[in-house]
């Protein structure tokens, strides 16, 4: 039904930039979620930056500042900016999306069982 496939990653010193991008197809619903996570070794799953299908968007504290999301709707992709980046962002990011949620929520989600669409996943290492 919705395929998600993540690029973009790559290794970085502290303080480079990269520029995550995620390619859904079968994304037809006028109201959904879109975000990007990440799960380092030995951690849970962390909602990053989520944005819903009216560009509301929504950030973890821990990258406010520093990291951007979009998405660019005709060409059906989700991009996370990623500035000033630190050695703890190192870990494997996820596109994921949310179709069909029984309730709306003001803001995007960062909670990742509220997403029911996954990508494979992109790693980001980031040296010091």
């Known amino acids: 039904q919705v395929q998600l496939v993540e690029s973009g990653g790559g290794s970085v010193q502290a303080g480079g930039s990269l520029r995550l991008s995620c390619k859904a197809s079968?994304?037809?619903?006028?109201?959904?979620?879109m975000g990007w996570f990440r799960q380092a070794p030995g951690k849970e799953r962390e909602g990053v930056a989520t944005i819903d299908s009216n560009d509301r968007t929504n950030y973890a504290d821990s990258v406010k500042g520093r990291f951007t999301i979009s998405k660019a709707n005709a060409e059906n992709t989700l991009y996370l900016q990623m500035n000033s980046l630190k050695p703890e962002d190192t870990a494997m990011y996820y596109c994921?999306?949310?179709?069909?949620?029984?309730?709306?929520?003001?803001?995007?989600?960062?909670?990742?069982?509220?997403?029911?669409?996954w990508g494979q996943g992109t790693q980001v290492t980031v040296s010091s």
């Open positions: 994921a999306a949310r179709v069909g949620a029984q309730r709306w929520y003001f803001l995007p989600p960062l909670k990742s069982n509220e997403y029911n669409y």
């Open positions: 079968g994304l037809t619903s006028s109201r959904y979620y």
